[in-house]
Nanobody
Framework: VQLQASGGGLVQARGSLRLSCAAS????????MGWFRQAPGKEREFVAV????????TYADSVKGRFTISRDNAKNTVYLRMNSLKPEDTAVYYC????????????????WGQGTQVTVSS
């Protein structure tokens, strides 16, 4: 599956953004889909994951209550709605697909999009 992330940009603190991850090649409903982020000088970290059945969703503690992951199977797209953004949310955001594992680990995801930059100003 090929993934294309979009929707990033510059936003003020307490603002909102919605990231999109468009899939091609295979149906996104066959995969567990995740969002990760990487800030300059830091390792890539888990943000959110949604199971292919939509029955399980997990968030990182740092975004719980502010971010919402969802999917639209008809559009073959996964979304990350980000509210109440903070400067510490600034990072490149990546979407990823796992055909086997429902996981929060980077290593569990075999397909990655190219990333979209999110910058939150204070």
């Amino acid at each position: 599956v090929q993934l294309q992330a979009s929707g990033g940009g510059l936003v003020q603190a307490r603002g909102s953004l919605r990231l999109s991850c468009a899939a091609s090649g295979r149906a996104v409903n066959k995969y567990h889909m995740g969002w990760f982020r990487q800030a300059p000088g830091k390792e890539r970290e888990f943000v959110a994951v949604i199971a292919w059945t939509n029955t399980s969703i997990t968030y990182a503690d740092s975004v719980k209550g502010r971010f919402t992951i969802s999917r639209d199977n008809a559009k073959n797209t996964v979304y990350l709605r980000m509210n109440s953004l903070k400067p510490e949310d600034t990072a490149v955001y990546y979407c990823a697909a796992s055909g086997s594992y429902y996981s929060t680990l980077v290593s569990a995801f075999g397909s990655w999009g190219q990333g979209t930059q999110v910058t939150v100003s204070s």
